[in-house]
């Protein structure tokens, strides 16, 4: 929901909305469009898509790093480009090869994602935090869900997610009410876990991704799998796949090198077999 981003792109601007940089295992997903504060138009949706996909289906690529570039993480969706392209199904921003960045049509993306965010982040970015696993925040951010104030609802996963991740009062506080709230409740509720200074959000999230990227891929998976399993199916669905994914685990070669490394008190060198 952009709150005051001028819509739409110049003409003929072909520019990459999205970048992609590796850092070892790990995957940096930028938001580059900063003269818009990184509104997301329909180019940005399924360029995030496609960097989302690649992130999923790449053996070598183990976390994902979410930032935005220039002094916002995003002022939300350019409604200006998106709004006409939404049809009778709702809105299609998934290419062949992408995977949906909110995760909201039933595929999970299988490997963890960082968010590190700054400035203002609003709706989709909300959205983006929600579908991440570890949110960063710059000590200034200012958050706001305020699709209602635009007469539309939050359609990337905000009314599933944001009451489990911070309870029904807050999450019908900040959501039905479309007002900013700042990065200090944005922890107290528990949308974020760190707030930094200025500045450092991207190297603190970076510094989380490496530190993720550093273990056991498989292990990191199958937690992650894991987790998602008792939120999505119940307690009872995740705990039936504990014992049969121990036993799997326990059967790869990053096993074999755990032990050792424990053993020989060295630090193991994950290979993700």
Known sequence: MN?????????????????????????????????????????????????????DRDPDLRVGLLVGHGEHFTAGLDLGDVAPAVGEDGLDVVPE????????????????VVAAVQGTCLTLGVELALASDVVVAEVGTR????????????FGGATIRLPRRVGWGDAMRWMLTGDLF????????????EVVPEGEARARGLELARRIAAQAPLAVQATLANARLAVREGDAAAEARLQSELVRLMRTGDARRGMEAFLSRTTAEYEGD
């Open 182 to 193: 700042d990065a200090e409740e944005a922890r107290r509720i528990g949308l974020v876990q």
């Open 143 to 154: 958050f706001g869900q305020i699709e209602v104030s635009r007469a539309i609802l939050p």
């Open 97 to 112: 090869g992408g995977l949906h960045p909110w995760q909201v049509e039933g595929r999970q993306l299988t490997k963890p």
């Open 3 to 55: 709150d005051g981003a001028a819509s739409g792109g110049a003409v003929g601007d072909d520019r990459p909305r999205v970048s992609v940089e590796r850092d070892g295992h790990v995957l940096v997903i930028g938001l580059d469009r900063p003269e818009k504060r990184n509104a997301a138009d329909l180019r940005m949706l399924r360029e995030l898509s496609l960097a989302y996909g690649l992130l």
